[in-house]
């Protein structure tokens, strides 16, 4: 039984850090209510939930995903690109501990858990705002040994690698192509974001079923006829946050 590990919504949420969506008035406590709805469907699907201790002067805290990239051998705790979220860190890195040896990404290195999309032994890293390319170059050298391909692939217009492509299958990802190039995923079997939902390729492949956002209800249909099993979760107050469905847990199998 996977565990997905989740942090509660800081009350200071509407102070977190964005980049490539502007800031709108921000209600932490309806946040809160969607992201313990997210909680309670990745239960359904089957994960054990974890909580990590509440951050409440850490805003972006919620967004786990980017402090740690967890792979089948080790955990790798990341130094975010933006430095308010550094101190994310050690509640994460002692999460971990208990399931995973830990590497870790240090100084001059930056590196953002969403910036990295793990599919078998290929590892996608973007090369993000947030992820530099000393980070990326100690993501290579930490997963080297543990025989996986770390390959860099540029983004542009959004925030992480993965607000652009995420695995939907096992050889099958959902992309927004204005903002990844899509040659870099030619292996795979490629479905498209409906042209309406520019964000909608933030979704998130538990077992058998995909989670996505509940407003992307073409993107969805998409997915749907393609004889995927779909989930839908409201997290409409934390994409405000520019988070999305991935970034609010980090799923330990």
């Given at each position: ?10 009350p ?5 850090e964005?980049?490539?969506v502007p ?5 932490w ?5 969607q992201?313990?709805?997210?909680e309670?469907?990745?239960a ?5 939930v ?9 805003p ?5 995903e ?11 705790i ?9 101190p ?5 890195a002692?999460?971990?501990a208990?399931?995973?040896p830990?590497?870790?990404i ?12 793990h599919?078998?032994?290929?590892v ?8 530099n390319r000393?980070?990326?170059a100690q993501?290579?050298?930490?997963l ?17 690698l993965?607000?652009a492509?995420?695995?939907v299958?096992?050889?099958?990802l959902?992309?927004q ?6 040659q870099?995923f030619r292996?795979?079997?490629l479905?498209?974001?409906?042209p309406?939902?520019?964000?909608a390729?933030n979704?998130l ?7 996505v ?5 073409r ?10 099993r779909?989930?839908?979760v ?5 994409a ?8 609010c ?5």
């Amino acid at each position: 039984m996977p565990i997905a590990i989740t942090r509660p919504v800081s009350p200071s949420l509407a102070c977190c850090e964005l980049t490539h969506v502007p800031r709108q008035a921000l209600d932490w406590r309806r946040a809160a209510r969607q992201h313990a709805r997210y909680e309670r469907a990745l239960a359904s699907l089957g994960c054990t939930v974890q909580h990590l201790p509440a951050e409440p002067d850490l805003p972006d805290a919620v967004f786990v995903e980017d402090a740690a990239v967890v792979l089948d051998e080790l955990a790798v705790i990341t130094r975010p690109g933006a430095r308010s979220r550094r101190p994310e860190t050690t509640t994460v890195a002692t999460a971990l501990a208990p399931y995973r040896p830990l590497g870790h990404i240090v100084a001059p290195g930056t590196l953002d858990g969403g910036d990295v999309l793990h599919i078998g032994t290929r590892v996608f890293v973007g090369a993000s705002t947030r992820s530099n390319r000393t980070g990326r170059a100690q993501l290579r050298a930490l997963l080297a040994p543990h025989g996986y391909h770390v390959i860099d692939v540029a983004v542009t217009g959004c925030l992480h690698l993965k607000s652009a492509v995420t695995a939907v299958a096992d050889e099958t990802l959902l992309i927004q192509r204005a903002w990844v190039d899509a040659q870099a995923f030619r292996a795979f079997a490629l479905i498209d974001v409906d042209p309406a939902e520019p964000f909608a390729a933030n979704v998130l492949r538990v077992a058998d079923a995909v989670l996505v956002p509940s407003a992307y209800r073409r993107t969805r249909r998409r997915l749907e006829g393609r004889g995927l099993r779909v989930r839908g979760v409201d997290v409409s107050e934390l994409a405000k946050a520019e988070g999305g469905v991935t970034c609010c847990s980090l799923v330990v199998r």
